[in-house]
């Protein structure tokens, strides 16, 4: 119990590191690279978070090729 404190900072940051990664990957698969689908993500008003993101992109890329679509439109 001596590191919880410290390890539940740690398993956020590498949560997070893991959702980036998947965007990522599959943003690249559809054209676009991670900070640019974040940009035209904001600049459409696209309020989703990377953790939906990254689960869209696991178990369903059509639907994460529908948002990158719209958002790079926009």
Same mark, same amino acid.
């Given at each position: 119990?001596?590191?919880?404190? *410290?390890? *539940?900072r740690n398993r956020k940051r590498d949560m997070r590191r893991l959702w980036i990664i998947r965007i990522n990957a599959a943003a690249r698969t559809n054209g676009v690279s991670y900070s640019r689908l974040v940009s035209d993500l904001r600049e459409a008003n &696209?309020? &989703?978070? *990377?953790?939906? =993101?990254?689960? =869209?992109?696991?178990?369903?890329?059509?639907a994460f090729a529908a948002v990158v679509k719209t958002a790079t439109q926009a």
């Open positions: 119990m001596a590191y919880a404190y *410290r390890d *539940r &696209i309020a &989703i978070d *990377r953790k939906m =993101l990254a689960e =869209l992109a696991v178990n369903n890329p059509a």
